[in-house]
């Protein structure tokens, strides 16, 4: 068994909890989605970023609502870099599994899709078929 990381963001529309709440839960859907043999019990531990413009709420709030009671989880301020995308949520999960790091499907929805495509997962199609597609 490895140490695997996942990596993912999303963005929200504005600084409220409940769409920081409801980003936050579809991205950790999409997540799993994207990642069928992920289950909470395997999950290491979970950090989670916000960009400074964030503040309704702890993202982390989100998967303790999905059930993930026992995975350690942690949320801090991203690094306020100019010209960063604003109002994105990242999480890094660390996951304890079989899979070799290129069978990972990191996943990026709406406009933090443009932070990493080299790496995002388009749900329904594997990473390469995704790359068959640029």
Same mark, same amino acid.
């Given at each position: 068994?490895?140490?695997?990381?996942?990596?993912?963001?999303?963005?929200?529309?504005? +600084?409220?909890?409940?769409?920081?709440?409801?980003?936050?839960?579809?991205?950790?859907?999409?997540?799993?989605?994207?990642?069928?043999?992920?289950?909470?019990?395997?999950?290491?531990?979970?950090?989670?970023?916000?960009? /400074?413009?964030?503040? @309704?709420? /702890?993202?982390?709030?989100?998967?303790?609502?999905?059930?993930?009671?026992?995975?350690?989880?942690?949320?801090?301020?991203?690094?306020?870099?100019?010209?960063?995308?604003?109002?994105?949520?990242?999480?890094?999960?660390?996951? +304890?599994?079989?899979?070799?790091?290129?069978?990972?499907? /990191?996943?990026?929805?709406?406009? @933090?899709?443009?932070?990493?495509?080299?790496?995002?997962?388009?749900?329904?199609?594997?990473? @390469?078929?995704?790359?068959?597609?640029?």
């Amino acid at each position: 068994m490895y140490a695997r990381g996942i990596r993912g963001a999303i963005t929200v529309e504005m +600084n409220e909890e409940e769409a920081i709440l409801e980003a936050t839960g579809d991205l950790l859907k999409a997540i799993q989605q994207a990642n069928p043999s992920l289950a909470p019990d395997d999950l290491a531990s979970a950090l989670f970023t916000m960009t /400074h413009d964030l503040t @309704a709420v /702890h993202p982390a709030k989100a998967a303790r609502q999905m059930g993930w009671t026992t995975v350690p989880l942690m949320c801090a301020q991203e690094i306020p870099v100019e010209e960063s995308l604003p109002l994105c949520i990242r999480v890094l999960l660390t996951w +304890n599994t079989t899979l070799d790091q290129k069978e990972i499907n /990191h996943v990026y929805l709406r406009q @933090a899709a443009a932070l990493r495509p080299d790496l995002a997962f388009a749900l329904n199609t594997s990473r @390469a078929d995704n790359q068959k597609m640029s």
